[in-house]
């Protein structure tokens, strides 16, 4: 027979058992109920064009002959958000169109693969049932450099010059060996999102401070897009096709570099200074960068993080008008 602690000590552990199932299914019901009311009051400030059979949104304005498309990096989960200090400097002298990948701001989730030439002809594909037309500045920040010069290397004719805000060269990418997937897609980060425990740390105002401290804790971004911008990272954080982006890089940088050609028209380099801080590595990689074209230009911003334009959109916003006035 059980002896009287061995049975306290079964009992108590089933409570725990009991407790801890009890408070996760509370966590997964908390998620997908606030879930679905963040994705109420989601509403795009763009349109939606259908891509490839599923929702693609994209937000314009300015006015001129030139549009600049403005790419943006891996897991900014707004781009109509986190470049809205750059299209308001950009606005009185060109047009401009912010994009959302599939997976990103308000554009729909895919079953596609998110290879560099499929990512970029779903923007070309974009852009023609947007009704927009070229020339087009293509402006690229980190990780969107692989599709923008994917696109151009498609679409050269459409293409008037391109300016990459802290973006990688596709060299960097092609030897980049982090694997950011595997922690992206992993269990564990895919188990704190699910139980709600990520949207509970979100909560905190020091936690949402602390997420914006490498994007000068948006500063130049009004207070009702940054709750827009809270709410867009709830709903898009970790899922299925930016983790997919991530896995597909280094394959995606070297379907770059294996169609490599001088690119005929100007490519602005602009690189962070990281406050002094910048990796050896990443300001090699950046100086090299220019030799993907003819007229290449490479310019390194002082008191900045990678978000470039968060801290010195007026300086970022000069550089493109630049290539738009050619």
């Known amino acids: 027979m059980m002896k009287k602690w061995q049975r ?3 009992k108590t552990f089933i409570f725990g058992v009991v407790a801890i199932l009890l408070l996760l299914g509370t966590g997964v019901i908390y998620q997908q109920v606030s879930a679905r009311q963040d994705a109420k009051t989601f509403i795009p400030p763009g349109k939606l064009y259908s891509v490839h059979g599923d929702n693609m949104h994209l937000y314009t304005g300015g006015q001129g002959d030139v549009t600049v498309i403005l790419a943006s990096g891996w897991g900014t989960a707004d781009p109509y ?3 809205y200090p750059l299209y308001e400097e950009l606005a009185p002298y060109t047009k401009f169109a912010v994009y959302d990948r599939f997976g990103y701001g308000y554009s729909d989730m895919t079953d596609k693969k998110r290879d560099v030439d499929t990512v970029a002809d779903e923007l070309h594909e974009l852009l023609q049932v947007s009704g927009q037309k070229p020339p087009y500045v293509l ?4 990780l969107g450099s692989l599709e923008t010069l994917r696109f151009a290397q498609k679409y050269p004719d459409e293409v008037q010059g391109m300016v990459m805000i802290d973006g990688g060269s596709p060299e960097y990418y092609a030897n980049e060996t982090e694997d950011m997937a595997s922690v992206m897609g992993g269990f564990m980060n895919q188990f704190r999102i699910q139980t709600g425990l990520f949207r509970l740390s979100l909560q905190s105002d020091a936690v949402v401070e602390a997420s914006n401290a490498n994007r000068n804790g948006l500063k130049y971004v009004p207070d009702e897009l940054k709750k827009i911008d809270t709410t867009a990272l709830l709903l898009n954080y970790g899922n299925a096709n930016t983790v997919d982006e991530l896995r597909e890089t ?11 050609q001088t690119l005929p028209f100007p490519l602005t380099i602009l690189t962070a200074d990281y406050f002094g801080a910048s990796e050896p590595l990443w300001d090699k990689t950046q100086a090299e960068f220019t030799s993907w074209s003819e007229h290449s230009k490479h310019v390194t911003i002082k008191d900045t993080e990678h978000y470039i334009h968060q801290y010195h959109p007026d300086l970022v916003a000069k ?8």
């Open 8 to 10: 306290r000590l079964f």
């Open 81 to 83: 958000v986190d470049y």
């Open 319 to 326: 550089e493109i008008l630049e290539l738009v006035q050619k």
């Open 250 to 260: 280094t394959t995606n940088a070297k379907i770059v570099i294996d169609n490599k």
């Open 139 to 142: 402006v690229a920040h980190s």
